[in-house]
C-alpha cells in the first residue's frame, strides 16, 4: 500500500478499508451516522441502507454527492457571516468529512479565507464558548506524562499517520496568545487545507494542541476557558514538554512529518534548529513563508534584470517570519554565488527599534547576523525608536522592500517614491495580513512607483488597471507550498525537511506562471491550488531522493503522487458480521 493511503486498522476496530478502496464495517445504525469518514448521509445506497440498519433513519430518496454538495454549498452561502460560514462548515466536517473535502474542492478560492486565514482568526476567539467536538490530541503542560497515553488513545498503529500538526498558540495569525483553543484550532485549520489542497489523507493526520498556559487575561479570566489557567510556562519546564512530545511522537508514528505551527518568536527558531536535522519537521511560518517569497522573488529577479546575487533586500519585521524569510533569500544569494557573509550584508533589517545595529540589548540570537556595524550607519539619521525605515530607504536605495512588520501603512507614498526613483523595477511585498495590518495597498504602490513596482502581498486583491494596463497581484499565500511540500515528503517518506527541498518547491511554484506579459502576476492563482500542489509535491519527492533523504523507491515520481492524493469521493460501504449499534 503506497505512503497516504488509509492503512486497514486505522479506523480502529470499527471499520477498515479494503484493497479495492471500499469500507467494511461493524457499526450499525446511527453509529454509522456518527463516523464523519464513514458517513455518506442521504447518498447511501437502498443496499447499504439495509445491511447497515440505516432503514428509516435517512430521508427516503438516494442523492448523489454532486447534489449534495450543491445544497452544501447553498447552506453556507446563506451565513450571514464568514464566521458563521466557518461554523457552518465546521459542523459539516464533523458529520461528513468526504462531502466537507468535496465542497472546499469545488469552491477552493472561496473557502479558503473561511475555514483558514482569515476567519479562522474570529472561530479561535470564540473556541471555548462554541465548544461542540474534540478534534486531535490535547495535551497538557500540566500533565507531561499523559502524551504518551494520549497518543495511545488513537489507536493508530505506526504506519497508520503521515503528518502531526502542533501549535502551541503563543503568536496565532497576529491575533497573538490564545490558548488552548488556538493551538486546536489552528491545527485543525491547517490540516484542512493540506487535505483540501494536497489531497493529504484526513484519515492520517493528527492535529495537537500543547497547552502550556496563556499569557491572555482575558481567557484567565473567563470562567467558560478550556484550557490551563496559568501563565504561560517558560523554560526548562517548557523545553521537557517539548522533548516529550516529540520523542513520543516520533517513536510512534516514525515516518510523520511533525509541522509547527503559530509559535512564538522566543521558541519557533529554537525548536526547529534542535529537531531539523534529527526528524522530518517543518515551520511553515519560518520556512513556507520564506519559500513561497522566494518563488514570488524568483519571478521578480527575472521580470527586472537585476541577479539575485546584485539584490539589496530591506526587512521591515524581523521577527520569526521576517528572518525566516531572510535566510532563504540570503541562502538564495548564495547559491547564486555569493559567499554567506556577503549575501548576509545584502539584507537590512529593520524592526520596532529601527534598523537592528550591532550591540543592541534586545536583539534575538536569529537576528544578529543580520544588524549593521555600527561604523557602517554613522552619520545616519536617528529618531527616538532608532533609524527609521524612510532613513534605510533613502540611505541602502534597495532593490526589495518586504513587510512582515503587521504595521498598518508603514511602506508611505514617500518610502515608496524614494525607492522607485533609485532602481527601475521596485519589487515591493507586503506580505502583513489582514488587511487592516498591511504596510501598504498595491493599487497605491502601483500608482506611486508609476506602474513599475513589482509585488506580491499576504492578502487576496483584486486585479488593478492603472494606465491601460491590468496588473494581477500575486498573493503570497503559504497554501500555495506548504500542502504540496507536505505531500512530497509524504510520497518520498523523506527523514527530513532540507533547505534543497524547501528550494525545490519553491522553484516548482515559481515555475507554473509566465510572467513576459505587462501586469502578470509572479505566482499562480489559489484556483489552481491542487495542481500547484501536485507539482511541488512531485519537485520535493524527487529533491529528497537526490540529497539521499528519502525513505521509499521513487520509479515514477508523477504518478506515486497522484497515488497517493486522498479523493474526496465515497466509497462502497460493506456490512461485517458483528453489528455494533448506537
Known amino acids: 500500500m503506497s505512503p497516504g493511503k488509509r492503512k486497514p486498522d486505522i479506523a480502529g476496530p470499527m471499520f477498515a478499508e479494503q484493497a479495492d478502496g471500499s469500507y467494511v464495517s461493524s457499526l450499525r445504525g446511527l453509529a454509522v ?316 533589517p529593520v524592526d520596532k527599534q529601527g534598523l537592528l545595529i550591532d550591540g543592541m540589548k534586545d536583539l534575538r540570537d536569529f537576528q544578529r547576523p543580520y544588524a549593521r556595524s555600527r561604523a557602517e550607519v554613522r552619520g545616519w539619521s536617528k529618531d527616538a525608536a532608532g533609524i527609521s525605515l524612510a532613513e534605510v530607504v533613502k540611505r541602502v536605495k534597495p532593490t526589495m522592500l518586504l513587510g512582515t512588520s503587521t504595521v498598518h501603512g508603514a511602506f508611505t507614498e514617500q518610502i515608496v517614491r524614494t525607492m522607485a526613483a533609485g532602481v527601475e523595477r521596485p519589487i515591493i511585498f507586503p506580505i502583513s495580513n489582514p488587511t487592516e495590518r498591511i504596510e501598504a495597498m498595491p493599487a497605491d504602490l502601483i500608482r506611486w512607483s508609476d506602474g513599475r513596482a513589482l509585488i506580491a502581498t499576504g492578502i487576496p486583491v483584486e486585479p488593478i488597471t492603472y494606465n491601460g494596463v491590468t496588473y494581477v497581484i500575486a498573493q503570497a499565500n503559504n497554501a500555495m507550498l506548504y500542502p504540496g511540500l507536505g505531500l512530497g515528503v509524504v510520497v518520498a517518506r523523506a527523514r527530513r525537511v532540507s533547505p534543497g527541498m524547501l528550494q525545490a518547491a519553491a522553484e516548482a511554484v515559481g515555475g507554473m506562471v509566465d510572467i513576459s506579459s505587462p501586469g502578470a502576476s509572479l505566482l499562480p492563482q489559489v484556483d489552481n491550488l491542487r495542481e500547484v500542489s501536485a507539482s511541488v509535491a512531485v519537485a520535493v519527492a524527487d529533491k529528497a531522493a537526490e540529497e539521499h533523504l528519502a525513505r521509499t523507491d521513487l520509479r515514477n515520481t508523477i504518478q506515486q503522487v497522484q497515488d497517493t492524493m486522498w479523493q474526496p469521493t465515497y466509497r462502497p460501504v460493506h456490512a461485517n458480521g458483528n453489528g455494533h449499534g448506537r
Not at 479562522?120 to 500540566?142: F, K, M, N, Q, W
Open 33 to 348: 451516522l456518527r463516523e464523519p469518514l464513514l458517513n455518506k448521509g442521504t447518498a447511501f445506497s437502498p443496499q447499504e441502507r439495509a445491511d447497515l440498519g440505516l432503514e428509516g433513519l435517512l430521508p427516503p430518496v438516494v442523492e448523489t454527492l454532486d447534489e449534495q454538495v450543491s445544497r452544501s454549498y447553498a447552506q453556507c452561502r446563506a451565513q450571514p457571516t464568514d464566521l458563521l460560514k466557518n461554523v457552518f462548515l465546521e459542523g459539516l466536517r464533523d458529520r461528513n468529512e468526504v462531502l466537507y473535502y468535496r465542497l472546499l474542492g469545488d469552491h477552493l478560492r472561496e473557502m479558503l479565507p473561511i475555514v483558514y486565514d482569515p476567519t479562522v482568526a474570529e472561530a479561535i476567539r470564540t473556541y471555548s464558548h462554541e465548544y461542540r467536538r474534540p478534534r486531535g490530541v490535547y495535551l497538557s503542560v500540566d500533565d507531561p506524562d499523559g502524551i504518551d497515553r494520549a497518543f495511545q488513545n488513537l489507536q493508530l498503529g505506526p504506519d497508520d499517520v503521515d503528518l502531526i500538526v502542533a501549535s502551541d498558540a503563543e503568536e496565532i495569525l497576529g491575533i497573538g496568545d490564545w490558548g488552548v483553543g488556538g493551538g486546536a484550532g489552528i491545527a485543525a485549520g491547517k490540516l484542512a487545507v493540506y487535505t483540501a489542497a494536497a489531497g493529504i489523507d484526513p484519515g492520517r493526520v493528527v492535529p495537537v494542541a500543547l497547552d502550556v498556559g496563556t499569557d491572555n487575561e482575558a481567557l484567565l479570566n473567563d470562567p467558560g476557558y478550556v484550557g490551563n489557567r496559568h501563565a504561560r510556562v517558560r523554560g526548562k519546564r517548557y523545553d521537557d514538554f517539548i522533548d516529550a512530545y516529540v520523542k513520543t511522537a516520533s517513536r510512534m508514528f516514525p515516518g510523520a512529518m511533525l509541522h509547527w505551527e503559530d509559535f512564538g518568536p522566543s521558541n519557533a527558531r529554537r525548536i526547529l534548529e534542535r529537531y531539523t536535522d534529527r526528524l522530518s519537521t517543518f515551520n511553515d511560518d519560518m520556512q513556507g513563508t520564506g519559500a513561497i517569497v522566494l518563488a514570488a522573488m524568483l519571478n521578480a529577479v527575472r521580470a527586472s534584470a537585476t541577479p539575485m546575487d546584485e539584490q539589496r533586500i530591506v526587512v521591515f519585521g524581523a521577527g520569526t517570519a521576517g528572518i525566516g524569510i531572510a535566510d532563504q533569500l540570503r541562502d538564495a544569494m548564495v547559491r547564486a554565488g555569493l559567499d554567506e557573509e556577503s549575501a548576509t550584508r545584502r539584507i537590512w
